[in-house]
């Protein structure tokens, strides 16, 4: 037999399904995204990696955006096609490529961040010690790290 969840524990529930509520549906950037770059959001995102980590392998950008390498090679070369990326032989090893942003690509991946980074309306709306708390409360959750 099960315990019933604590006060706690629903209350945990409820601030991660409106958190997620938020971010996903009321805030939908992806969508914005999507929209303004013309490719999915998971190309989108590989872009973005590239743009910020590049130059990468395709293992490493696989790895970094846990998806399996043919997955990755058919984002790889849709970036190729639209002159977003490029690959160039790996002087580390001959057997790989690196792929790295172009001009172009940098440009979309400044535009996915000027995106992706615009508060919505609703958070902008907040009392200032409102969102003074929720900053508070998510540094803490993210350890400081929500950058991307």
Known sequence: ???EPSETEEEAVRAWRAMRAFVLETADKRRQVTEALGM????????????NEGPLTLRELAAGLYADAPYTTVTVEHLVQRGLVSRTPNPADRRSKLVQVTEEGAAAVAEMVR???????????LAPEDLAALDRILSGLT??????
């Open 40 to 51: 999915s959001y998971f190309r989108a995102k590989a872009l973005r990696m590239i743009g």
């Open 115 to 125: 995106l992706s980074d615009a508060p919505p309306e609703a958070l902008r709306a």
């Open 1 to 3: 037999m099960s315990e």
């Open 143 to 148: 350890g400081g790290t929500a950058q991307d």
